[in-house]
């Protein structure tokens, strides 16, 4: 009887293992691997997230840093960029980092590829030493394509595009998700024209060149410098500014970021103010892309409504 029972008991121990081992594999089976999707800057990586969703994996390997036009990969991340399912990528001269880095074509999506026509120069700065006043041009493509929101609209409809190239079972979910980034994209983009057209902004300076879009999509005039907000001001720079001021009589200077408060204070007594409009290009700190410019949009409305 004693050896009947355990004849019995490992029968039954092995037929119990036997029916447990497919609900392993079945687990396994079932673990989805999403696909991964690498981006260049803070817009793409927005769009892609949101259009995205829980569908896909997102990496933004330039994201602690505030201008990521300036980054470029190291060898860890081009592995990645290499072994990813798709790169998403700003164009118009963001990523000068991509002529000195191989990656698969195929896997490479330039989200400006629909509006070439619509790319503008780098434009002038504004200079003036030792008297010789005079606007020096800088050669090449201006890159934040994303401040005109209208062609912000068109690069998500590009990742829109490639994620459902990448995933059509997911086509669904990307519309959706597009359709309601894309209502989001051009509200603003109304909300811009509306407030930029409903009177004439007085004369405003920009600290660096990189409003192009901005000011060709909406209107906002004004010569650019090639200034820090961490640099203080020193003696050309106060030159430049005083014959902006006293040719073009300006109220305003925009900055990409939060100047030295010394520099704001000998700004304000030439009797002009300083002001932030961030350009949006790196990763935000407690908020996101349309959130960001609509604050962009608060301060060009208080500019607007100086007396």
């Known amino acids: 009887m004693r050896n009947t029972f355990l004849f019995l008991l490992a029968f039954t121990l092995i037929i119990s293992a036997c029916k447990q081992e497919p609900k392993k594999e079945e687990t ?20 892609t997230k949101n259009i995205g969703g829980e569908a896909i994996e997102v990496h933004f390997p330039a994201g602690d840093l505030s201008d990521p036009s300036t980054w470029s990969p190291v060898p860890d991340t081009i592995a990645g960029m290499q072994s990813a399912d798709l790169i998403l990528v700003n164009g118009a001269s963001f990523e000068n980092w991509l002529m000195n880095v191989s990656l698969p074509e195929d896997k490479v999506v330039n989200t400006s590829s629909n509006f070439q ?87 405003v300076a920009f600290s660096h060149p990189v409003y192009q879009y901005l000011t060709a999509a909406y209107g906002l005039k004004g010569k ?22 006293k040719d073009h009589n300006i109220k305003f200077l925009i900055w990409e970021g939060e100047p030295l408060p010394e520099n704001i204070e000998k700004l304000n007594a030439m009797g002009i103010s300083s002001v932030v409009i961030t350009p949006m290009g790196g990763m935000p700190e407690g908020t996101d892309f349309i959130q960001g410019m609509k604050q962009n949009l608060e301060v060009l409305k208080g500019i607007m409504n100086d007396e």
């Open 28 to 47: 396994a089976a079932v673990k989805e691997v999403k696909p991964v999707v690498y981006t260049s800057n803070y817009p793409v990586y927005f769009f």
């Open 117 to 203: 026509d619509q790319l503008l120069s780098s434009g002038e700065t504004f200079t003036h030493s030792h008297g010789d006043e005079g606007e020096h041009a800088h050669e090449g493509t201006a890159f934040t394509t994303w401040l005109n929101l209208e062609l912000a609209a068109k690069q998500a409809e590009e990742v829109k595009n490639a994620l459902i190239a990448l995933q059509p079972e997911n086509k669904s979910l990307f519309e959706n998700n597009h359709a309601a980034l894309a209502k989001d994209l051009m509200t603003l983009h109304s909300a811009y024209q509306h407030t930029l057209a409903s009177q004439e902004a007085p004369a």
């Open 224 to 245: 650019s410098l090639h200034w820090e907000p961490e640099t203080p001001l020193d003696h050309d720079m106060i030159h430049e500014i005083e014959h902006l001021k």
